[in-house]
Structures are given as C-alpha cells and as structure tokens.
C-alpha cells in the first residue's frame, strides 16, 4: 500500500489535510470517508472500514477536516454546513480528476453526512454504496436525501443517540434501497457508555455488516 498525504485550501482559505491509501496495483474502486467533527478517520468505525475496502480492492480517500480547530470557533452550523460542503467537493474534485475510478463506496458519519448529501447529486456517484453512520436525521436536509436517494444504502444509529427520533427514524423505512439499523442503548460514538466489552460487540456486528454490504 502507499500513503499520499495532501493539503488543499477550502473556505476562507483554510487548509483541509486530505490522505489517499492506493494499492501498488492501479485499481479503479475508491472508497470515501467522511468522519465527524470531532470521530476522525482514525477512531474504530473508520480504521476497521478502511481495512475493509482496502481488502476488498478499494483505495481508500480520508478528507481529514479539523473543525474543532480555533479556526473554526466562531462558526454557527450553518456556516460550517457551507464549508464542509464546499471543502469535500474541492478533494473530491482534485483526486477524482484524472478519471482513474469507476466505482465508488461513500462512508459518512455525523456531521460529515451533510457534504454526503450533496455529493450524491454528483454524477459520478450514481450507483455508489452508501453507509450512513450516525446520521444528522434531527436535519431536513439529510433525513429528505435519505429517504429520497436511490443508492444502495446501509445506515446506523443508536437510540441514545442525539439525533434519533422515533418518528424521523421510522420514515427511513420508506426507502426500499436503504437498509438502516438501530442499535438499542448505544449513543452518538456508537458505543454503549461505561461499557467498553459490549461497545466492542457492537463495532464487530457493524463491520460484518459493513463487509457484507
């Protein structure tokens, strides 16, 4: 495997730190992670995705944003929904510009399901796999595109999370190409607190999910 690790400028000119894991052999699969503001690509959710997709032939994209940085502190959530939006299109658009891949898995958690919304208006993704974990559906925006997108889609939330909602969570069974799961007691890291063994049960049922996906 090789590590190429990038910063490009996005809002207001900030740098977004970016790193893109490929296969010594060229491969046409790329799969994109999205983490929260604060759940890097490097917490368990993510680390064992990646070593998932990169099993599975994929290289693997990590758009590694720093909003819990000072940079960002006086941002209200409407600003930081611009600039994630704006800063995912600009890596996107910079390493998918060679044409090199063809087929596309998104991984998306909290905060970073907002950009996901918008990159699934992108041509490109049409037929990408989607998993949505922890997904902001207390929002419009991302409750409207899941139960509107036509991807085939995995999701994840826990009932102690702070975005669920019976209600909202319900109207995910509207979408015959998403299959969502709640997982009882666990909150927004999906972990169970204090109880670090079943936290660990649950990421291994998540990931055999995630590789059968």
């Known amino acids: 495997m090789n590590m190429q690790k990038e910063t490009i400028k996005g809002y207001k000119n900030l740098d977004i730190p970016y790193s893109l894991i490929t296969h010594e052999e060229q491969s ?38 720093r909003y819990n940085d000072s940079d960002y502190d006086n941002f209200d959530m409407d600003e930081l929904s611009t600039a994630i939006k704006l800063e995912v ?4 658009d910079e390493v998918l510009k060679n044409g090199v891949y063809k087929e596309f898995y998104l991984v998306a958690k909290s905060l970073g399901t907002i950009a996901l ?13 989607v998993v949505w974990l922890t997904p902001l559906i207390h929002r419009d925006d991302v409750l409207d595109k899941m139960v509107r997108s036509t991807n085939k889609g995995l999701s994840f939330i826990g009932d102690n999370d702070y975005c ?19 997982i009882p007691n666990v909150d927004h890291s999906m972990e169970y607190k204090g109880d670090p063994f079943k936290s660990i049960d649950a990421l291994k049922t998540i990931m055999e999910e995630i590789n059968q996906f």
Do not use: W
């Not at 983490?35 to 070593?51: I, N, S, V």
């Not at 669920?164 to 709640?182: G, I, M, Q, T, W």
């Open 28 to 65: 046409n699969k790329l799969a994109i992670f999205l983490p929260g503001a604060g759940y890097t690509t490097q917490r368990p959710l993510f680390h064992y995705t990646e070593e998932i997709m990169l099993i599975q032939g994929f290289d693997v994209l990590n758009i590694n944003y």
């Open 89 to 92: 299109r600009i890596v996107i």
């Open 117 to 129: 919304c918008t990159e699934l208006e992108r041509a490109a993704f049409k037929d990408a796999k």
């Open 164 to 182: 669920y909602s019976e209600e909202r969570y319900k109207l995910l069974a509207e979408n015959p190409h998403l299959v969502s799961r709640l």
